[in-house]
């Protein structure tokens, strides 16, 4: 068995990587400069890809199915959007200032040993959501096929009825995940060129199908004047309920990106200077989802207009069906196309946002045995074996609790609201069914306001009493303090949007529960930040004497970070030598018994001045 293990660890490729242990390899390391490859522009590509989805163009079909109209739904899009914008910079600050990852992220907010709570909820929620995805994506390829024989869409079925997909739809899912699995190998740093062309791609083929709709039309369709009568939902009168609507549907946006925003640490460390990711995330992420949304909208209102006799088209592939099965060839070669470019988009956020980060995160869980390539086709294959199909077409149960995952996460990822229908609506769209999580509360109170974004690096890879982020006995109590007062408000309403029957529940805990995600924010950053101030963590503003892992040698004197002496060598890492900056030197600064259990050790720190 020893052999066995022995032979399944992860080898290095070179002495600048160190020696692989059981806290680190070369995936969750700080990255050095010559992985650090993603300019302003890489990052601009990356959320057009992953924003310009079958989840972002059915982004208001929850919306208008909770009695909003569409100008309403995209007031709260846009509000959501701006606020995704902030909180995904926000999240980022980590990764692209010290080079680290969601998890190494949270081995100084939980604990060393703290961490693996977070990072367990990750796994179990990208493994799902890649399968899920998996779904989305084989019905893009069933279009495709459908281009080139038309017959495919009639395809006798000859799985069992207990299979719970039809055989053409399975075979969609099963192209797609071969053409998905190649791409797993691609490692995140050469990820620009992709990125850029797809983005091109997608962004020209919605636009196209935005324009061709609306010429068809000659309008924008019947959805944007007479919402209410399409979508089945009861209209809202003014005031409270329709105040109550609008705060749900930012929350519901908020949600409808949830992965992105939880591990944005894991792109930034990408990132060739800090200051990359600001101003072309605050741009793209609120213009380009606020732009495929109100293409969603209107593409759908038009189609109702033409195709009266369907309903709602809200995804993309009903309505390229909708047009093979009226059209001719030049319609059957103009679905190809755009269902290619379907197809591309969700590699485009399947592949990074779920796969690749299910890799980090099992990375992060065994390094040892673990790097992002094994932990990204773990996660593809169990993704596949839960025949994620069945938690689409079966009970919603299931899909229920785990869209709420988020009120669990408490200060971890502040949560938002599990979709809910209202006067019987129907809200079948990805968002609605993804379920809405994930702002950083605590980890972006953390680093921002509790830590004033002073890291000591060589600590976060040493599980022991001399770590800094050892706390008591490897947990941070005042992270999980946090955690229990940020999620117990949301309990209630979580209970009733799971239960299967009814729940007598009074308004108010209704409303928290659509409040989740900026209530959440404040209760657990606002209980972290006070815990923290009543008992602060040991060594606050410490960052290391040498940068030993390589990480700043070509940021300039400001940015470079020193590691005492020896520790290199305990990490199994070269120390380097860089300069000193604006730091100075405390000179054997004794962290004594007194800091949460931690044994005396003497080191040579620097804190910042």
Not at 37 to 50: H, I, K, N, R
Not at 376 to 393: D, E, R, S, Y
Request: charged share 15%; glycine share 12%.
């Amino acid at each position: 068995m020893s052999g066995l293990l022995k032979r399944l660890e992860i080898k290095h490729k070179d002495e600048f990587e160190g020696e692989v242990t059981a806290w680190i390899n070369r995936d969750i390391v700080p990255l050095p400069p010559s992985r650090r490859t993603w300019g302003a522009w890489s990052f601009v590509g990356y959320w057009l890809l992953t924003g310009f989805t079958i989840g972002g163009w059915t982004t208001a079909s929850s919306l208008l199915g909770i009695g909003l109209n569409v100008w309403q739904a995209m007031v709260s899009v846009i509000i959501g959007q701006l606020l995704v914008a902030l909180a995904v910079v926000a999240n980022g600050y980590v990764g692209a200032e010290w080079h680290v990852g969601f998890p190494v992220y949270n081995r100084f907010v939980f604990g060393v040993y703290g961490s693996f709570f977070p990072l367990l909820m990750r796994i179990l929620l990208s493994i799902v959501w890649y399968g899920v995805q998996l779904v989305f994506g084989g019905k893009s390829v069933k279009v495709v096929i459908a281009s080139i024989w038309p017959s495919f869409y009639t395809l006798h079925n000859t799985l069992p009825e207990s299979a719970g997909i039809e055989l053409n739809d399975l075979i969609g899912i099963l192209v797609f995940a071969a053409i998905s699995m190649p791409l797993i190998l691609v490692p995140p740093e050469h990820y620009r060129k992709p990125f850029f062309y797809g983005s091109v791609i997608i962004t020209a083929t919605m636009f196209a199908m935005f324009v061709w709709a609306l010429a068809k039309q000659h309008g924008g369709g019947p959805l944007l004047s007479h919402p209410n009568q399409l979508s089945g939902a009861a209209p809202l009168a003014g005031g409270a309920p329709l105040g109550w609507a609008m705060a749900y549907g930012v929350s519901s946006t908020i949600g409808s990106i949830c992965a992105g925003i939880l591990n944005q640490s894991d792109y930034t460390r990408f990132a060739t200077r800090p200051r990359a990711q600001i101003a072309s995330q605050l741009a793209v992420v609120p213009v380009g989802s606020i732009l495929v949304a109100f293409f969603g909208v209107v593409v759908t209102s038009c189609a109702a207009g033409f195709f009266p006799e369907e309903p709602l088209l809200w995804a993309p592939y009903d309505l390229l069906r909708a047009v093979q099965v009226r059209g001719g060839p030049g319609a059957r070669a103009a679905c190809f196309f755009a269902g290619c470019a379907f197809v591309m988009s969700q590699c485009g956020v399947n592949v990074p946002g779920n796969a690749i980060a299910g890799g980090i995160d099992f990375s992060g869980l065994l390094p040892k045995y673990i790097n992002i390539r094994r932990g990204g086709f773990l996660t593809a294959v169990i993704g596949i074996a839960i025949c994620p199909w069945k938690l689409l077409t079966g009970s919603s149960v299931f899909l229920t609790v785990l869209s709420s995952f988020s009120v669990f996460l408490g200060p971890l990822t502040i949560a938002s609201p599990l979709p809910r229908r209202r006067g019987g609506a129907k809200c079948d769209s990805e968002a609605d069914r993804r379920g809405h999580a994930n702002h950083q509360g605590v980890m972006i109170a953390d680093y921002l306001v509790v830590r004033k974004r002073a890291l000591r690096l060589s600590h976060l890879y040493k599980p022991d009493r001399d770590s800094i982020y050892y706390f008591t006995h490897g947990v941070n109590f005042r992270a999980l303090a946090a955690w229990v007062l940020g999620v117990w408000p949301l309990m209630p309403g979580f209970i009733s949007s799971v239960s299967p029957r009814p729940l007598p529940l009074a308004q108010g805990w209704v409303h928290v529960y659509d409040l989740a995600w900026p209530l959440g924010f404040v209760l657990s950053a606002g209980v972290h930040v006070a815990l923290s101030a009543a008992f602060p963590p040991v060594a606050l503003g410490e960052v290391d004497e040498e940068d030993v892992f390589g990480t700043f040698a070509d940021e300039g004197a400001g940015r470079a970070r020193r590691v005492a002496p020896g520790l290199g060598l305990g990490l199994g890492l070269p120390g380097r030598e860089s300069e000193s900056g604006r730091e100075s030197v405390e000179d054997s600064k004794s962290v004594g018994s007194e800091d949460e259990g931690r044994g005396g050790v003497s080191d040579t720190v620097v804190r910042r001045v």
